[in-house]
């Protein structure tokens, strides 16, 4: 890896220079770090020593600097912006093992920038004296307020549009579950019919009914040709032979790197007519040859449209997501503490990710935090043990004694103890469900199905239907996020 960090560097147009001259720099870059590296931790070490009142000045210095970037007025209303910072320049690490890890990314300058402003609206000001925008646009058609070419993929772009939370932004997302809901009525006779052509004598119509078969129950991404110089990922037309393996009688085994380079790993049983299917496409081919060699994404994406307007593998994937999230909440939900009701959206939600792929590294400090939780369990249990013995002296009538330093405690009614041990329970419980869902969550990562693929009402519906606090499930930018699923009736289902 640093071996091809270094070699996408030097080609990035930086000069060769003799070993010599590379080990005289290496010296001085070594000698400037550990000038510059006490002020560094200094630094560092103050912002620790910061008191409340100066963080909070600090970050309203911040906020007063950003203010005039972080709004847009649309059709008369002030929307939020999104993400409005260029990121600075530095080496591209990209994701997994990315072609062009180690690249130099430039300083984009305001005369990269396209702006897209209403006609008549005031030009906003350029930040670099003596600079200007590339362009300013009046495109009432589009979303997006500003973009410019990506320093290390110049045929790409990066935008800047509206937040999460503005209303043209809840509108799409609300479009888009509708999208997804509409599915539900054509779902039997699309399965009906890919489940027909797996015995296709057409190997194009075969091809295109496994490839269906699999966006649908695996939620695979359709997946697109990489060029050389993009990172090496693979969705369901892009399969390799080498990433799937047959396995007698009806299971297949899939290894590859999907979105983010993150590897999708996962055996599964399949239909005997899809696993007869995908033995006849590796017959005769050699590793690193496409398994789907007669379809790519835009003849995939072309019939996924013939069956329902708008079709496409996100589509399902948003499909099979949500209505696999309203399934689990409505059957296995019971009455119980908000807790329990908790742990099964939880449970649900984890379905949900594991179908979708969604996957993280268990955190370097998990074990640490596993630990610290027992410690404090223990110390609660400590805690009840010595409030039960309290209770009991307390209805004899007996005093209670002396605390762990020595000193008289103060005597109670019994009824005052059992309410302590009553909320002391409540403690413990909570710890100890936090506990379980935190170490059966260390390698999932839930917000991304939360974010993209769950339609909230159902969470909505479910929190109303069961009086669970909203809050308790969505943080405080979902929250501003699907403000347009709030008002949703208790009994929606997806």
Not at 130 to 158: C, Q, R, Y
Not at 381 to 394: F, I, P, T
């Amino acid at each position: 890896m640093k071996i091809q960090m270094m070699i996408n560097h030097w080609q990035a147009g930086c000069p060769v220079m003799p070993v010599q001259k590379v080990e005289v720099m290496s010296l001085r870059i070594q000698r400037m770090r550990s000038h510059w590296l006490p002020d560094f931790q200094k630094l560092l070490e103050r912002k620790k020593q910061m008191t409340t009142e100066e963080k909070k000045t600090l970050r309203e210095d911040k906020l007063k600097q950003e203010e005039k970037y972080m709004w847009a007025v649309v059709d008369g209303v002030k929307e939020k912006v999104g993400n409005f910072r260029v990121e600075p320049p530095g080496l591209f690490r990209g994701r997994g093992e990315h072609p062009k890890m180690g690249k130099l990314k430039r300083r984009i300058l305001p005369s990269d920038i396209t702006i897209n402003i209403g006609k008549g609206a005031p030009v906003p000001e350029c930040p670099i004296p003596g600079e200007s925008w590339k362009e300013v646009k009046h495109d009432n058609t589009v979303t997006w307020l500003a973009f410019w070419n990506d320093p290390i993929n110049p045929k790409d772009f990066k935008y800047v549009f509206l937040a999460a939370s503005s209303s043209l932004k809840g509108q799409s997302d609300k479009e888009k579950y509708e999208k997804s809901r509409k599915l539900k009525g054509h779902i039997q006779r699309i399965r009906e019919n890919y489940t027909k052509d797996f015995k296709n004598k057409d190997v194009t119509r075969r091809q295109i009914a496994v490839a269906t078969y699999l966006i649908d129950k695996l939620a695979l991404r359709a997946g697109n040709e990489k060029d050389d110089d993009e990172a090496d990922t693979v969705g369901c037309c892009t399969l390799k032979v080498d990433n799937v393996t047959c396995m007698p009688p009806n299971q297949i085994q899939f290894d590859f790197l999907g979105k983010d380079s993150i590897r999708y790993f996962n055996t599964v049983e399949v239909e005997e007519l899809v696993y007869k299917a995908i033995e006849g496409f590796r017959a005769g081919k050699k590793p690193g040859q496409d398994l789907f060699d007669k379809i790519d994404t835009s003849r995939l994406n072309a019939h996924l449209k013939d069956l329902m307007p708008g079709l496409t593998a996100k589509v399902f994937r948003t499909y099979n997501a949500s209505i696999t999230l309203d399934g689990i909440l409505h059957e296995e939900t019971e009455d119980g503490t908000v807790l329990e009701k908790i742990a099964v959206y939880q449970r649900a939600n984890k379905e949900v990710a594991i179908i979708c792929n969604h996957q993280r590294s268990v955190s370097k400090s998990h074990e640490s935090q596993m630990t610290r939780m027992n410690e404090k369990i223990d110390e609660l249990k400590s805690q009840m043990e010595e409030l039960k013995a309290d209770l009991n002296k307390a209805k004899k009538g007996k005093p209670l004694g002396y605390d762990s330093e020595g000193k008289p405690k103060r005597n109670l009614a019994p009824e005052a103890i059992q309410k302590k041990v009553a909320t002391l329970e409540g403690k413990i419980e909570k710890m100890e469900m936090d506990k379980r869902i935190k170490e059966d969550l260390k390698t999932v990562a839930l917000g991304t199905s939360k974010i993209n693929y769950l339609d909230p009402r159902i969470t909505v519906a479910w929190c109303k239907r069961h009086e669970v606090p909203i809050e308790k499930i969505f943080n405080k930018s979902l929250l501003a996020k699907f403000v347009w699923a709030m008002d949703v009736d208790p009994e929606f289902r997806f």
